[in-house]
């Protein structure tokens, strides 16, 4: 066992080694990382391509696929490219293929296939077997070249073949044709431009090396894609090119047609880069029927031969801009493009604009050409040679021949002839391969003008490669020869600014009347005026009662205030649409709110563009006014703070419209006026001040507007409600106590626990009064509720917990108050104090009721 155990640690020590795991991990990842960064994912930014893509247009070439060559089965080009040079699944190869035939997704195009490449739609590709493929003339540029030695060429995978590490590249590829990949830890996106505007670009570079990046937006006026439609924002475009980085917004191309006099179509011609045409149809189909916007009708899908084409058929009278703003907001009609121009620069990722990636591929030019000319000189400098040998040759023609006849074989004459004549190999060579038609007088000719046209090759090769500025002009001049071949005319529209859509929600909606139900318990229901006829009950939870019955506008907005001082901003038309017999949704359900909140007031309003104050009141006696139009707000997905409270203080009561008198009542039965000018006007944020004084164990129970000349009634906690007039009541200060209400007695007493006023015109439209108790409610008209000889007026309902009396039809007129009336609120006060003192020290409360019995 001791001999087992010795080799086995001896084989262990020999053959395992021991690393760590985050090592291995960290090297493993780095070599991948490395790998895919530099020949996977992001593009050279010499000719802007990736590995892949090279590989099979240089596959391509050397398969004699051209454009002027027929196609060949796609397959086979696959096949060839993943045995040769791209040791990796055939699908990478075709999609990559396929993508380069797609002309929406390519400036311009490197492949032409014949078959089904894909459509705009997001339709794939036919599998390979079925499409066939060459190389576009424009890749054609991309080769050219490619076997005189411009670029270096390393061992394929297996070492039997040699790839290109780059292509010649007669033109800017990387930008005319954009590019888009993901690596670990980098990322491209560079979208395509117009292949003149770069040639000029970089013509204008050549010319003057010294150009800035904002001379760069002379020659290139921004994004040019394949799809056309509209670039929105120079400002991204600036940025961009300087840095390689920036935001432009594309927009579709659209149009508005005339349906007829008052309905309208709109149709979109163009859709922005590497949209799906399907997707987008569908997206806005979805719009359609989800977000209920009633006023698109249909969506159409008319794209045909002639072009793309998307018609938006709107209903009668619908606003076709509004709606088109809409869908430019809410679908990918328009979407935003974020540059990220990362591409390898020696060998390294590195984001650059658009100066630093003209003057990378100038320099690949200027390696391009002088290797190119490197390789001519040497091959026409060789031919030049043995043209001169041929001509020197013709002189003696005969005894060469001669030479020849007496020679063993072909070796023994080349050496003999470089012996007797002074031939070189190469002269001798061609002499001994001769045929005798070409020693006739015209070939001898054409000999010497061969010569002629090779010296005057290598004085031009000569002078490219010793002057700069000759081989910058062979650049340009090849650069233009591009342009005027494959250039095209600018297919995107450009514009200066960022067009800032704002849509009102409310611009959406259908303009129509329904009907609002608020329940005591926090119910909201919307119902249709069709479905508020049919019912003959409303639905209700059991013991809840309709706090809120009011047919409303859709585009008006609920004001709900709650217990807590704040307040719900709900747009109606945010409220689902439900049968009136239904229960409805729970507020909290819309707009989240505590478990200890209630509503306690609502009001439906059509605009805070007014004057409109509102007066609101604590339990505590704090009160304040505030403007309605601050309670407009754009976001309302929670309680807004209506009025900042103490702990133990909650909001009782909400009034709208600011009338000259505020009537504060509290629990225990005290009265309050005083002028509304005395109570401040304060933000939303803010507390109140004090509004009445009150005893132990009180509480304010409501407060009001009101005018001298109306009326009020008030509720008990019992169900009676009591009619008073504003008039008969002293105005005191504010702060202060009041008068006494209502009689107190010790059994069963009654407290107040709302109230509300009544105009005289009010009184005149015997208007309709809703009566809550703590279970039900009671719908009657101002006339039931009339005085009383019973000084705890008439008992209307089981428990009393809201009144609310219904507005006037016709605007209420100003009553003045008589002179006598005036006299008696000054007098009175005099009289009627809050409390008297007795000789024993005994406090004797005063009140009006006192001539009347007890119930």
């Known amino acids: 066992m001791s001999k087992i155990s010795k080799k086995l640690d001896q084989f262990v020590s020999e053959k395992i080694q021991k690393t760590l795991l985050e090592d291995i991990m960290a090297k493993s990842f780095g070599r991948y990382s490395k790998y895919i960064i530099q020949d996977r994912a992001l593009p050279d930014a010499r000719d802007g391509l990736k590995p892949v893509q090279r590989r099979i247009l240089y596959a391509m070439g050397q398969m004699g696929v051209n454009f002027n060559k027929p196609h060949k089965k796609s397959a086979r080009i696959a096949g060839d490219v993943m045995g040769k040079y791209h040791p990796h699944g055939d699908s990478s190869i075709y999609d990559a293929m396929v993508r380069m035939s797609q002309d929406f997704k390519m400036r311009i195009p490197l492949v032409d296939m014949h078959g089904n490449n894909g459509s705009i739609d997001g339709d794939s590709a036919a599998a390979m077997r079925y499409t ?39 033109f800017p590829n990387l930008l005319v044709n954009g590019a888009m990949g993901i690596s670990a830890g980098y990322a491209t996106k560079i979208p395509p431009h117009n292949l003149k505007e770069v040639i000029d670009a970089t013509m204008a570079l050549i010319d003057n090396p010294d150009l800035t990046d904002m001379d760069m937006l002379n020659f290139i006026k921004g994004p040019d894609f394949p799809t056309g439609g509209i670039v929105q924002g120079i400002d991204g475009i600036k940025q961009a090119i300087k840095t390689g980085s920036g935001k432009v917004i594309i927009r579709s191309k659209t149009a508005i047609e005339e349906i007829s006099k008052s309905q309208d179509r709109i149709v979109v011609t163009e859709i922005p880069y590497e949209v799906v045409k399907a997707d987008l149809v569908r997206q806005i189909d979805t719009l359609r029927i989800n977000n209920n916007i009633e006023d698109i009708l249909e969506i159409r899908d008319e794209t045909d031969q002639e072009g793309l084409r998307i018609a938006i058929d709107l209903k009668k009278g619908a606003d076709s801009q509004l709606m088109l703003n809409y869908l430019f907001k809410n679908s990918d009609l328009q979407i935003s493009y974020n540059y990220n121009m990362v591409a390898i620069l020696k060998n390294r990722p590195v984001l650059c604009g658009v100066l630093e990636l003209l003057k990378v591929y100038i320099e690949h030019q200027k390696e391009v050409i002088t290797n190119r000319s490197n390789f001519e000189l040497e091959r026409a400098m060789k031919r030049n040679h043995i043209v001169e040998g041929l001509i020197k040759m013709t002189s003696v023609v005969q005894e060469v021949i001669d030479v020849i006849r007496k020679s063993n074989n072909k070796s023994d004459s080349k050496i003999n002839i470089q012996e007797k004549f002074g031939f070189s190999e190469l002269q001798s060579e061609a002499i001994v391969m001769l045929q005798l038609y070409r020693l006739s007088s015209t070939d001898i000719e054409a000999l010497m003008k061969e010569r002629d046209q090779l010296n005057q090759e290598i004085i031009e090769l000569n002078l490219i490669l010793s002057n700069e500025k000759v081989l910058l002009k062979t650049i340009k001049k090849e650069l233009l020869e591009v342009k005027n071949t494959l250039g095209d005319e600018r297919r995107s529209l450009i514009e200066d600014e960022i067009e800032n859509i704002k849509i009102d929600q409310k611009d959406l909606i259908t303009d129509e009347q329904t009907i609002i139900g608020i329940t005591k318990d926090g119910y909201v229901k919307r119902s249709s005026l069709r479905s508020f006829n049919a019912s003959k009950e409303v639905g209700l939870k059991e013991n809840d009662a309709l706090l809120f019955e009011k047919e409303v506008n859709t585009l008006q907005t609920l004001i709900i205030f709650t217990n807590l001082g704040n307040y719900l901003f709900l747009p109606v038309y945010k409220i689902e649409d439900q049968k009136w017999k239904d229960l409805g949704v729970y507020i909290n359900n819309i707009i989240p709110i505590e478990k200890n909140e209630k509503v ?52 009782i009561f909400v009034d709208m419209n600011e009338l000259e008198n505020i009537i504060s009542i509290s629990k225990n ?96 439209e015997n208007v309709k009064v809703r009566l809550l108790s703590s279970k039900e409610l009671l719908e009657t008209d101002l006339q039931d509720l009339k005085y009383s000889n019973n000084k705890f007026g008439k008992k209307m309902i089981e428990d009393g917990y809201y009144i609310e009396i219904s507005p006037s039809v016709e605007p209420e007129t100003e009553v003045k108050v008589t002179k006598k009336v005036v006299k008696q609120e000054e007098v009175v006060p005099k009289v009627l104090e809050e409390t008297i003192e007795t000789k024993q020290n005994q406090k004797i409360r005063l009140s009006r009721l006192d001539l009347f019995d007890e119930e």
């Open 669 to 764: 039965g005290y009265i309050l006026r005083f002028e509304t000018s005395e109570l401040p006007l304060y933000g939303l944020q803010a507390g109140g001040v004090k509004s009445m004084a009150l005893g132990e164990h009180d509480e304010v129970a409501v407060a009001f507007y009101a005018k001298p000349t109306d009326d009020f009634y008030f509720l008990t906690s019992r169900g009676h409600v009591i009619k008073d007039t504003v008039s008969e009541l002293p105005k005191y200060a504010r702060n202060r106590r009041g008068i006494i209400l209502i009689e107190r007695i010790k059994t069963s007493p009654h407290f107040i626990v709302s109230a509300a006023r009544a105009s005289k015109q009010q009184i005149k």
């Open 600 to 651: 306690i007031k609502v009001y439906a309003i059509e605009t805070f563009k007014n004057d409109t104050k509102l007066l609101l009141t604590s339990k505590q006696g704090l009160m304040k006014q505030v403007n309605l139009t601050d309670l407009e707000v754009t976001r309302f997905n929670k309680p807004i703070r209506a009025m900042k409270l103490s702990k133990d203080d909650e909001l």
């Open 132 to 170: 066939e493929a060459r190389l576009s003339k424009e890749a054609d540029y991309l080769l050219k070249d490619i076997d005189k030695r411009t670029v270096n060429f390393v061992p394929n995978f297996d070492d039997e073949e040699q790839e290109p590490t780059v292509l010649p590249a007669k």
